[in-house]
């Protein structure tokens, strides 16, 4: 096993308190096991360790470590049964029957578990620890997290993203996620698919970036890569259980009218996006014919931060009908609609309410709120949202 560190030898100098972390303590209350998962630097160790800093840790991918706790699994989980954090769990599957062997022996024992592929962590959770775990995602910051968002301006937060690694330890957004992007392909995309072509992969990944809030149309996109069908929905699901991109669903019901049934196609972080439609600058977003695009995807993406900091599942949806009328977010609890329009304008129009007003005589009293979301400030009281206090709006809903 690892030494246990003091957390200062792990910490960034800049650290941004993660708003899932009470609720991260309050389920090691009641469950045995908290799995977390979510995108590789997303913060999970650093994460786990402020959340249970009492715990001692062991990471999985450091071959001696797992050399170590292979050779008797069972006996090393029952010494360390006050608390361990076991991060990037996956790399050691047989250490998942063994946890519901020595937490059902005692369920007073306590066991974190990490992991950057959600695909591996869930096939051997499902397996084996069904009914003792408790399960939490966590993105790259929230523009809550990050704290000073108001004062920075929307192409940098665009450029940037929100990878800790870039704002708590300032590094070149560039080389961060081009040592992402190389650790993600050479390491977890192997991990869960034998991909043969690895430049046909690379192509495939920078072709989604450049479909960033449109409808994803599996086919079309496999004759530009040279690729079937098949492999093309291989390779989405493996962007998708490694926190790469997710996929927004359309929200219909019965209508009367005939209502698109594709997903549209987002990324879990705009930096990561950025860095693979090649973009070297803030100015480059700035100029380029993706930026409403993309300002779209980081708050779509920061609604989704939203809900799973909550330890919540995602009840986000889009609208569109086939006269092409849209509202580009829906959130919906016990069938009460918000809707929100994102618009990467600085300036309101009124016109930005045109589909909102729309999907308010379609659904009637069961549209409880609309809102614009736009690149800019409004003094009004109407219920307009610019950018700047976007947090603001967010608390409201």
């Known amino acids: 096993m690892q030494p246990k560190m003091e957390l200062n030898s792990i910490f960034g100098q800049n650290m941004y308190k993660r708003i899932l972390e009470n609720h991260l303590r309050e389920l090691a209350r009641t469950f045995p096991i908290v ?77 974190i578990l990490s992991g950057s592929s959600n695909w591996l962590m869930m096939q051997n959770i499902s397996q084996s620890l069904a009914g003792r ?35 708590g330890k300032g590094r070149p957004p560039f080389a961060v996620y081009d040592g992402y992007f190389s650790t993600y392909v050479q390491r977890d995309v192997r991990q869960m698919v034998n991909i043969r072509d690895m ?78 439609l090649g973009y070297k600058s803030e100015l480059d ?35 569109r009908d086939k006269s092409r009328r849209e509202v ?6 016990a069938g009460r609609l918000h809707a929100f329009e994102i618009k990467s304008a600085t300036v309101f129009h009124e016109s930005f309410f045109s589909t909102l007003n729309y999907l308010r005589t379609l659904y009637g009293d069961d549209v409880e709120m609309t809102q614009v979301i736009y690149d800019g400030e409004h003094e009004s009281a109407s219920p307009i949202g610019g950018f700047a206090n976007y947090r603001h709006i967010l608390d409201k809903i």
């Open 328 to 333: 580009d977010l829906l959130m919906e609890d």
């Open 199 to 276: 430049n046909l992969f690379r192509k495939f990944i920078r072709l989604c970036a450049t479909r960033v809030g449109c409808e994803f149309v599996a086919s079309t996109l496999a004759s530009e890569v040279g690729v079937s069908l098949k492999t093309v929905q291989g390779w989405l699901r493996v962007l998708e259980a490694s926190y790469v991109i997710f996929l927004l669903q359309p929200y219909y019901r019965n209508v009367g009218k005939r209502i698109t049934k594709t997903p549209k196609l987002y990324f879990c972080d705009t930096g990561l996006a950025c860095y693979l």
């Open 35 to 111: 799995s977390v998962t979510g995108p590789r630097q997303s913060g999970k160790t650093t994460l786990c360790r402020m959340a249970f800093d009492g715990y001692d840790y062991v990471n999985l991918e450091d071959e001696e470590s797992r050399s170590v706790m292979q050779q008797d699994i069972k006996g090393f989980l029952r010494s360390h049964a006050s608390g361990l954090i076991i991060d990037e769990a996956h790399y050691l599957p047989e250490v998942f029957s063994a946890l519901q062997v020595v937490c059902d022996e005692d369920d007073s024992r306590r066991y």
């Open 285 to 319: 977003v700035a100029n380029s014919p993706l930026r409403g695009a993309l300002f779209e995807n980081m708050v779509v993406a920061d609604m989704l931060k939203r809900r799973y900091n909550a330890g919540l599942e995602s009840n986000l949806y889009f609208y």
């Open 133 to 167: 775990v408790a399960l939490v995602r966590l993105l790259p910051l929230s523009i809550a997290e990050l704290g000073a968002a108001d004062a920075i301006s929307t192409d940098r937060l665009l450029y940037w993203g929100f990878y800790p690694a870039v704002w």
